[in-house]
């Protein structure tokens, strides 16, 4: 499976939003190894894309590798101009 085209920018904006008014989230879906750095903070980037997605399709996209992997949520980060990926740690 694929993230779906229908994500914008402006979706990744209310996605980050969104992660940055919740107290806290599943510490499974913590960013570990790589992270979208955005105004100073770090994000999570498959959750970014997997709430982000919640906007124009009404529900979030399963996290599961077999639906996008990380990898794949970085490519589509830095394809609506979020470049600021950056490496954690080495796994």
């Not at 914008?8 to 570990?32: G, M, P, Q, V, Y």
């Not at 919640?54 to 992997?69: A, D, I, M, Q, R």
């Not at 794949?72 to 080495?90: C, P, T």
Request: a positive charge.
């Amino acid at each position: 499976m694929a993230i779906p085209t229908n994500i914008t920018k402006k979706h990744i904006l209310k996605a980050i939003e969104r992660i940055d008014k919740e107290i806290s989230f599943n510490s499974k879906r913590k960013e570990r190894v790589w992270a979208l750095e955005y105004n100073k903070k770090l994000y999570p980037c498959k959750l970014v894309i997997s709430y982000a997605n919640f906007y124009p399709n009404k529900e979030e996209l399963n996290p599961s590798p077999k639906v996008f992997t990380t990898y794949m949520a970085q490519r589509y980060l830095k394809g609506k101009g979020f470049i600021d990926i950056i490496k954690l740690k080495d796994k």
